[in-house]
């Protein structure tokens, strides 16, 4: 089956660094995408890991385990408006382009 | 103007009544897809289609129907819409020429309430 989890909520500090971490385990793989979704609004892509390792984008990086079935996402100097909902998604095997969505990480910054 | 839009935005309707959410792109993408959104549950994938020709169904496209009228416009329909069908409803499009590093980009959402 295919199944992807991540932690319901998370709560950090402003300025602060945090780490939102998701596990997975699909039928295929080509790529695990993180998104960010502000309250009622559109996800929005952040990033996109294929291989194993960091990728870094500014203050944000997604690391990826291919093996250990694992990925994060860090945060860091943690801003106001980076309370949002983070999602993981797989993208399926094979040419569909089909993503698989975690339930969502929503992460509340406070001052 | 935005690249990805769906309408309407809101709706409120009555159990037993057809409505269309229309999603329109300027991206040039060929693929486009419909999705909902449920506290707790994610995004889940209701049809996804590659082109006017090629449309499949998703994991929970029972009691959902689409139509893709043209490369820029895919349209969902609730044949006879029931309460648990209230959900915030996202059209994503994406290219296949990227690659593997294709990425799903999504429209404003339309929240539906069915009474």
């Known amino acids: 089956g295919q199944n992807i989890d991540q932690p319901t909520e998370m709560t950090a500090t402003e300025g602060a660094i945090v780490q939102i971490n998701c596990t997975y385990q699909?039928?295929?793989?080509?790529?695990l995408f993180w998104y960010q979704q502000h309250a009622g609004e559109a996800p929005t892509f952040l990033s996109y890991?294929?291989?194993?390792g960091l990728e870094e984008k500014g203050r944000f990086s997604s690391f990826l385990s291919r093996s250990k079935g694992y990925s994060y996402l860090l945060l860091k100097e943690l801003q106001m408006k980076d309370s949002a909902s983070y999602l993981c998604a797989v993208r399926d095997g094979g040419n569909t382009g089909k993503l698989i969505f975690g339930q969502g990480t929503t992460l509340q910054v406070k001052p | 103007d935005a690249d990805v839009t769906q309408t309407p935005r809101n709706r409120i309707t009555k159990t037993g009544k057809r409505i269309m959410l229309e999603c329109s792109q300027t991206?040039?993408?060929?693929?486009m897809y419909w999705y909902r959104q449920d506290p707790g549950l994610g995004l889940r994938l209701i049809y996804y289609?590659?082109?006017?020709?090629?449309?499949n169904k998703g994991e929970i496209s029972d009691g959902y129907s689409v139509s893709r009228q043209a490369q820029a416009k895919f349209s969902l329909s609730l044949e006879s819409a029931i309460p648990n069908q209230t959900a915030l409803y996202f059209c994503?499009?994406?290219?296949?020429?990227?690659?593997?590093?294709?990425?799903?980009?999504f429209g404003p959402g339309t929240r539906l309430l069915v009474l």
């Open positions: 991206k040039g993408h060929d693929r």
């Open positions: 699909t039928s295929g793989f080509n790529g």
């Open positions: 994503a499009t994406s290219d296949f020429r990227t690659g593997y590093q294709e990425t799903q980009y």
């Open positions: 890991n294929v291989l194993d």
């Open positions: 289609s590659f082109d006017v020709k090629d449309i």
